[in-house]
């Protein structure tokens, strides 16, 4: 069975998932990145090659996308690479071809696409903070002692609300310290978080923008039911989330693989399963060649240098 | 006199300028990290980002000894008017001895205008002093067209880093030419070497354009926008910007009634918009977007620096203007802060937005045999 295969690595999680030729998901790993972003894809794929092995897949494209994608793209090698903003919004358009209002909310960066007749007409993806994201979140589950899965739950049992300021995580969270010491309970302060996270997003990304229903909401937050529920009650209408809003990323950059693959006519650029025994180190050194000191990040495939990159004046680039 | 100015773009002019006047020229540094870090240190905190850049190239000046710093001036709301007072009080705090001469306005103020023109001309007989800046202003005016030239051209390069490095070369051409009569030679030699350079071009209905536009320092010089022509082009799109110094001399010194400068028809369009200019260059900006919308650009980047007010006020005008005119705009605020994963996705995102609103997303086989080239050169290293 021929599939085609996408990879969003994230901040907080990688995701490897793999579609069918009638976009079926095959197979779907959540797995959380901790700061390894090549062991957490190997991992991925890893699982995916015993499955492989027993339904007799054959990979005919793969795609590439989040925040590690140029490297990741060139270990596994990649069909398209492509952002994490084109990504999302064509797995959501695939699926829901009505949709007029994405919500994503991802581990450091959160994202409204607005999307008309199945074309995205406008985004905006947050620059300056990351209160209106996953690990603050996160952060905060493990502050106040409660697992990040039981978060939203608890946030649903509150009777009353608390306003917490979420201007910016650091406030925020003194805000928070101080409404606890108010006598406020655990679940009214989450509900409190829940609100300020959502109010802060759309304060900052929904500025000057139109937001029309069906909303869609994806992104690894979207588990967080407390988040839906204040969605719900901001933007005043019912908020859809995908069956795969943990990977939908993933599944968008899949989904270009495989157009792209099928336009093009040519096969896949895909290494085959072997690259997970690949020694694959990343390198960054600081050029000390002019005062702009470029941090370079060197790829060493194998004990020889692959690529290079992040250097303003291609001395680096152009040498490999 | 030991002469130095801002870096901002293409500077080679300046450089001959004062040359041509008998000056001693210190030539800035392109900004570097050691540039902002300078600047961002001895600047006030939330002052504009182009202000601290300035400084640093300032700072770094001076400790080559520089004594007199020539810039221009601004006016309006906007606060380019105080930078040169500003600047010669830091620098005088942080003890070096250097003066500073601002150009406003030729028409503003004519007196003031003469009065900067006699501090800088260096005993130079005013004919000759009209003769240089006629031969200056004709080589930057030649030198933009090509630069121009060169970011619609630079999308397609073959060979990557082949334009950059004519253009480095057509730079030590000019800058090795004095009169008018070798200026005509180096302008073919600029135009023969610009044209040799291999390129790719797709058929029209596959070529995407962009506009830039914003305030006039973070648009012009690439160290302080994360050299974001240059990743537009690496993308496979053809950049415009509005923004040039032989059009910034035009519009300043030809009167308007002489001048058939499109900055002053990019003024009228604007006008439908807002009643007044705020300061800086957001009356052109707003009338760019129509400008660029009108002539069938693909989308328009416009950037400022964070907290810029004449370009806050451009941005609060944008979605009218996209709703009015159908043209994509992506607004960035450029500052000292700014990370480069997230420019990057913000502009990949904002060219499919772009390419799909026009349809032009599908792949030619060229694209796709460019990757096959790729997967190649990566497939010798396994």
């Known amino acids: ?320 | 006199m030991k002469v130095s100015f801002p870096y901002m773009g293409c500077v080679t002019g300046f450089k001959k300028l004062f040359e041509l006047l008998g000056h001693e020229v210190i030539m800035p540094e392109k900004p570097t990290q050691r540039t902002i870090d300078l600047g961002v240190l001895n600047s006030p905190e939330f002052i504009c980002y182009p202000f601290k850049i300035m400084m640093g190239t300032y700072i770094e000046a001076c400790e080559k000894g520089a004594e007199l710093i020539v810039s221009s001036g601004g006016s309006g709301p906007c606060r380019a008017g105080i930078y040169g007072d500003v600047h010669k009080k830091i620098l005088h705090e942080l003890g070096y001895d250097v003066e500073i001469v601002i150009f406003d306005s030729l028409f503003e103020n004519f007196g003031a205008f003469m009065n900067q023109v006699f501090k800088i001309k260096n005993k130079t007989p005013t004919l000759k002093v009209m003769k240089y800046a006629y031969l200056v202003f004709k080589m930057i005016n030649q030198m933009d067209g090509i630069e121009k030239e060169l970011k619609h051209l630079r999308a397609y390069e073959v060979n990557k880093g082949d334009f950059d490095k004519c253009f480095d070369k057509i730079k030590e051409l000019y800058d090795k030419t004095y009169t008018l009569k070798q200026m005509k030679k180096t302008y073919a030699k600029a135009l023969e070497m610009l044209h040799a350079v291999p390129v790719n071009i797709p058929p029209e209905n596959k070529r995407v354009r962009i506009g830039i536009v914003g305030e006039i320092y973070v648009i012009m010089e690439s160290s302080t926008n994360m050299d974001i022509e240059k990743r537009l082009n690496a993308l496979g799109v053809e950049v415009e910007n509005i923004q040039y110094i032989s059009d910034w001399v035009k519009h300043h010194i030809i009167p308007r009634r002489f001048s058939k400068e499109e900055s002053w028809k990019m003024f009228d369009k604007g006008y439908q918009y807002k009643s007044c200019n705020c300061g800086g260059h957001d009356m052109e900006n707003t009338g760019a977007i129509v400008h660029f919308s009108q002539k069938g650009y693909d989308g328009v980047v416009h950037l400022m620096p964070f907290g810029c007010l004449p370009e806050l006020i451009t941005r609060s005008i944008i979605p009218q203007i996209t709703e009015d005119y159908g043209i994509p705009v992506l607004s960035m605020s450029m500052d000292e802060q700014q990370g480069e994963a997230n420019i990057q996705t913000r502009l990949e995102a904002f060219i499919d937005l772009c390419k799909n609103r026009s349809n032009k997303q599908q792949i030619s086989p060229a694209e796709a045999a460019n990757s096959k080239e790729l997967k190649k050169e990566f497939a010798g290293i396994m």
């Open chain 1, 1 to 320: 069975m021929r599939v085609y295969l996408g990879i969003d690595i994230g901040s907080v999680s990688t995701n490897v998932i793999a579609i069918d030729e009638n976009t079926n998901v095959v197979f779907a790993r959540y797995i959380r990145t901790n700061g390894q972003p090549i062991n957490s894809v190997k991992q991925g794929l890893r699982e995916l090659s015993v499955q492989a092995l027993s339904d007799g897949y054959e990979v005919s494209a793969v795609g590439v996308t989040g925040s590690g994608r140029q490297m990741i793209g060139l270990m596994v090698g990649a069909d398209v690479v492509k952002n994490e903003i084109t990504a999302h919004a064509a797995a959501t358009v695939h699926f829901y071809p009505d949709v007029q209002t994405i919500f994503e909310i991802g581990g450091q960066d959160s994202k409204i696409i607005i999307v008309k007749d199945k074309i995205v007409t406008d985004f905006s993806m947050n620059t300056v903070c990351a209160a209106g994201t996953g690990s603050f979140l996160d952060h905060q589950a493990e502050r106040l002692n409660i697992p990040i899965e039981q978060f939203g739950d608890l946030a649903l049992t509150a009777e009353n609300t608390v306003r917490i300021a979420g201007r910016c995580t650091v406030f925020a969270e003194s805000d928070m310290i101080a409404k606890q010491q108010y006598g406020y309970s655990k679940a009214e302060i989450i509900k409190g978080l829940c609100d300020a996270l959502v109010r802060n997003y759309l304060n900052n990304l929904g500025r000057g923008k139109v937001l029309q229903p069906p909303f869609v909401f994806q992104g690894g937050v979207a588990a967080n039911k407390g988040i839906i529920r204040a969605f719900e009650e901001q933007v005043g209408h019912e908020i859809i989330i995908p069956k795969y809003f943990g990977v939908m990323g993933a599944i968008g950059v899949a989904l270009s693989a495989k157009s792209q693959v099928e336009a093009s006519g040519q096969p896949t650029n895909f290494k085959g399963f072997d690259c997970i025994e690949l020694d694959f180190v990343p390198k960054s050194f600081e050029c000390s060649g002019c005062s702009n000191a470029c941090e370079v990040i060197k790829v060493i495939i194998n004990g020889e240098v692959a690529a290079m990159w992040g250097d303003k004046c291609g001395k680096w680039s152009s040498s490999v």
